[in-house]
């Protein structure tokens, strides 16, 4: 495998690391652990928490689409393996789904917040909560996919 190709897996590997690794922190220690606050500290810890962790999925995002469009381009591009084309669709219809918590929900929360409206704010982050799921399991999928292609 030549340097670059090692390089940029390696920075494609880092960047599913932080995104998987840290919505599995999120949903299952800090979800349940702040699960008995009243939501007057619940919600607004969750947007600060959200705040900095998308900045982090944002960047984790860039690193894995630029590094994953050049591996898929060394690995044939249109010709490559069909499990590559599965885990760039797949990771694709995961980065939707991140763009839609970032721009869509994460600004509820925010508004939520601000005024005050604690059940409004809950149910955005019950939203975040489910489409976190389905990005936590796609994003498995997905592994599972990358690995797969060992084999063709
Ligand atoms: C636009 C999206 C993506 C593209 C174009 C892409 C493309 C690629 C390519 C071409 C490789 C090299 C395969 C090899 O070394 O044989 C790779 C490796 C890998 N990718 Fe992706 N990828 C994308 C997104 C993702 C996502 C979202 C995940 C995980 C959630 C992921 C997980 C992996 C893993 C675990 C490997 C290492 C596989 C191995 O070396 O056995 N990729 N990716």
Redesign the pocket.
Known sequence: MNKAIEAA?FL??LG?AV??GGMVFAHFCLRPALGDLAPQLRLPLWESVFARFFNWVAASVLV??LT??F??M??GGGH?AWP?HA??G???V??LIFGHIRFGVFPRIRRAVQAQNWPDGARAVGTVRRLVVINLVL?VV??GT??L??GF
């Open positions: 897996l494609h590997l599913v995104w998987i894995i689409l994953g469009g591996l898929l060394q690995f490559a590559l885990m760039a797949l990771g694709i995961m980065m994003g997905t592994i990358a690995v292609s060992r």
